[in-house]
């Protein structure tokens, strides 16, 4: 049986591919694996139909033969458990990407989604242009960190895999930012990640859902206010 | 041979058990794995050494016959991969007890740990009592959320996980702030993680390290501008 996730029925990033679906999609491409998609409203992500897929009602969850999990990380750490091609079988290469990708949620993400929520919804805030620069700041700090790491690597950790995975997808929030060609090996290292063909797949697959549900057929607005999911 | 993990030389919570060595050592201790522990200085956390151990500079780290790992949760997942204990041995209910572990660094601690930044650290700014009402507000829905799944459950998914473990520890953060004793089965639940043995040894063992390295013998110094880990 396919396994089920959820994504947006109209994505807030206009189909940029920054909706955490997006992770997900980009996992079971890379492993071959089909799924079928559940479309949420905003209004059906707090109903109790979705609370009980995700108890903080946000998208992605999978739901496959009595399994229901939520956590953008914790799905793809299931997919790459279940399928080869995102892990290496070596035990401590594989908690190696596991800490990756655990470092693309818990420290790498909060400050990249702060000066991103901060950048769009705080314009108006009194504090908007100290916090956006204190937030420039730790963001820089973090980006720095991971350049040092990454050098001329092509992946972290020798191959590519699920912590590849989950950090190139928290990086591409910054796209539009500046921030990120600041430093050249991550943009290359992010580039790296977009050119593979499995998150092709996966990103025009997430963008045929906005586009059938956009009137202009979906084309991007264009308005930064709404380029966050 | 013993697991060396690192900590803080002189945690800046004080000894109050907020920095995230106490997440593994409260591990360690649920199933019974002694281990050391190298001391890092402020300083040190940001010279090669460290940086080879966590490449964003920070503790804990988790060494083990060549394995080196960082991220609080990925060291908590490899500790409970490798003893029993920390997670149920069906295959489904272990993933979710997983996700739950994704859930407390990624989707409960940022908000908890910005409402905390911003109490602790911005207090000068003119715009303080405003941003902290929005964090405030943040912080309460996911506390609600949590609360309802939670219901008059002891712990998130039947038996007690490495998902409680985190979330009890990312939870503790909020003591203080009154937030927490507003939602009194979240305020059951955190002091039900607080009575187990294995975390008050845990406690006791952290706080130990900071009255060995304070002038004052340990007596917390009340200055809560410097209640932070």
Request: aromatic letters at 6%; charged letters at 25%; proline letters at 6%.
């Amino acid at each position: 049986m396919k396994p089920t996730i959820t994504a947006f029925e109209r994505s807030p990033d206009c189909g940029r591919g920054l909706a955490r679906d997006m992770r997900v999609r980009w996992a079971l491409e890379e492993v071959g694996q089909p799924y079928d998609v559940r479309l949420v409203s905003f209004s059906g992500m707090k109903e109790p139909p979705h609370l009980a897929r995700n108890p903080f009602g946000q998208i992605p969850t999978y739901e496959e033969n009595g399994l229901v999990l939520f956590e953008s990380g914790a799905i793809v750490l299931h997919i790459a458990n279940h399928h080869s091609g995102l892990l290496p079988d070596d035990a401590d290469a594989r908690m190696r990407a596991i800490a990756w990708m655990l470092a693309a949620v818990a420290t790498l993400d909060p400050p990249i989604m702060d000066r991103s929520l901060c950048a769009l919804f705080e314009r108006d805030q009194p504090w908007h242009a100290q916090r956006l620069a204190t937030l420039d700041t730790q963001v820089r700090k973090r980006l720095g960190e991971l350049s040092r790491h990454l050098g001329d690597a092509e992946w972290l950790e020798g191959a590519f895999s699920a912590g590849d995975l989950m950090t190139v997808h928290v990086l591409l929030r910054l796209r539009g930012s500046g921030l990120l060609d600041e430093v050249p090996n991550l943009a290359t290292y992010v580039a790296r990640g977009e050119a593979r063909p499995a998150y092709q797949r996966a990103f025009e697959a997430q963008r045929a859902v906005f586009a059938a549900s956009s009137p202009q057929g979906g084309t991007a607005e264009g308005d930064s206010a709404t380029t966050i999911a």
